[in-house]
């Protein structure tokens, strides 16, 4: 059982900052890679940014929407993730949502994966 909790979003004006952040919990033994999406109601899901916990830059990853204005971030000791939103435009309006793959150990003892996410939390860019 992991849960992923987001916060952070708001309404904004175009060309503001924010700040979101998604809290992992849970019985797990690792987390691999987390990530944010994005979503608008009736549309697909998009990546917006993923990072290898423990890892290197090299293996973070942007939208090209996005790419010189987010910037994400990890802090492996409190299991959290964050995304810096810098020059918010109108288009980034959506439901931003947590995304964390890991491993857990089960009933049985033995490490099996999980792929969580969170229930999003809203950011509203004005224009």
């Known amino acids: 059982q992991v849960q992923l909790v987001e916060s952070g979003g708001a309404v904004v004006q175009a060309g503001d900052s924010l700040r979101l952040s998604c809290e992992a919990s849970?019985?797990?033994?690792?987390?691999?890679?987390m990530g944010w999406y994005r979503k608008l109601p009736g549309e697909q899901r998009e990546l917006v940014a993923s990072?290898?916990?423990?890892?290197?830059?090299?293996?973070?990853n942007y939208a090209d929407s996005v790419l010189g204005r987010f910037t994400i971030s990890e802090d492996n000791a409190k299991n959290m993730v964050f995304l810096e939103m810098n020059t918010l435009k109108p288009e980034d309006t959506a439901a931003y949502i947590c995304?964390?793959?890991?491993?857990?150990?089960?009933?049985?003892?033995?490490?099996?994966?999980?792929?969580?996410w969170g229930q999003g939390t809203q950011v509203t860019v004005l224009s």
């Open positions: 995304n964390a793959k890991g491993k857990y150990r089960g009933s049985d003892y033995e490490k099996r994966n999980f792929d969580s």
């Open positions: 990072i290898a916990s423990g890892g290197t830059i090299e293996f973070e």
């Open positions: 849970g019985n797990f033994t690792s987390i691999h890679v």
